[in-house]
């Protein structure tokens, strides 16, 4: 393998590995917090009982 | 149930969103200066390129297990006073672990490659190459030691004692050119010593590491978020298993 070859091998290695490892890490926490509801929008429980002062 | 995690945060904050976005243009950037800017070095021409991604690799792998060593000490130390039982002592130790390892592969691999062109082989079993592999394939023993099943406390000052035994290899793989005859060349930089490289290169080098350090700090936050989130899950597991055996009980009678 040439030098230049051998260069963008290594950074390549280096960039897939870090982005595979960093991509994982991310959507493992989103996996895990919608499984538990964490981070989710509270729906408005006020909007939905209809009950308003103005006639 | 949701009410005991209310508390609780996904693994993105402000904070992390920019530090992830200046992570990823501080690598760009880093892929520039190391790739097109720095200049071929006059014996190993190309190949010198690899030192950017090299030499800030281990020294990321040996910050995260200088920082699993103390988050471990603090661990066996405070665990009992604290009222989360030095959980978040444990999960940094984790996280900064794995990251670790992660970078310690990233060593090995351009390291490898690097020998190839410069040394005529991928592999030699001198001092450096196998501390290194030794340091690797220890850590590794370290996270599966964290996922073995056990009592959280029991399982974290395990991991604890195990991580301050492993942390005993750092300073012998970083001395490992000086106290033995190796193939490996003597530190780029080094404490107390003159830079074996100058100019662009030095600068280019001093530059990786801070971006980096940026990407592995961005990841070691994510990680410790994650590793918290995990636990939840686990105690939610738990707390759902128990009340349906308790169900299954009073339906019983």
Do not use: C
């Not at chain 2, 103390?70 to 665990?79: E, M």
């Not at chain 2, 395990?158 to 005993?168: D, E, P, Q, Y």
């Amino acid at each position: 393998m040439s030098e230049v070859a051998t260069v963008v091998v290594g950074w390549g290695i280096t960039f897939v590995i870090l982005a595979t490892y960093s991509t994982w890490v991310v959507l493992r926490g989103k996996g895990i917090g919608q499984e538990l509801g964490i981070g989710e929008v509270e729906p408005d429980v006020e909007q939905d009982t209809g009950a308003t002062t103005d006639s | 149930m949701l009410g005991a995690n209310s508390g609780a945060k996904m693994t993105a904050t402000p904070v992390t969103r920019v530090l992830g976005v200046s992570a990823l243009a501080a690598t760009a950037l880093m892929a520039v200066l190391g790739l097109i800017v720095s200049p071929p070095d006059v014996i190993q021409g190309e190949a010198v390129r690899m030192l950017y991604v090299h030499v800030p690799s281990i020294w990321i792998a040996y910050g995260g297990f200088a920082l699993t060593s103390i988050s471990s000490v603090l661990f066996l130390r405070r665990s009992k006073r604290r009222a989360d039982q030095g959980r978040h002592y444990d999960r940094l130790a984790g996280s900064a672990a794995e990251v670790g390892v992660v970078f310690t592969a990233i060593t090995l691999i351009t390291g490898m490659l690097w020998g190839k062109v410069t040394w005529g082989t991928y592999w030699q079993w001198d001092a450096r190459l196998t501390t290194t592999v030794l340091l690797f394939v220890t850590y590794l023993g370290y996270l599966a030691l964290r996922r073995l099943p056990a009592e959280p406390t029991v399982r974290s000052r395990r991991a604890a004692v195990m991580a301050l035994i492993s942390f005993v290899n750092v300073p012998i793989v970083h001395y490992s050119v000086d106290w033995w005859r190796t193939l490996h060349q003597k530190a780029s930089l080094s404490v107390g010593r003159r830079p074996e490289i100058t100019g662009e290169m030095y600068w280019t080098l001093l530059y990786s590491t801070l971006a980096v350090t940026i990407l592995a700090t961005w990841l070691i936050i994510h990680r410790y978020r994650v590793i918290r989130l995990e636990e939840l899950r686990d105690e939610e597991g738990l707390e759902a298993l128990i009340a349906s055996r308790l169900n299954k009980d009073v339906g019983g009678h």
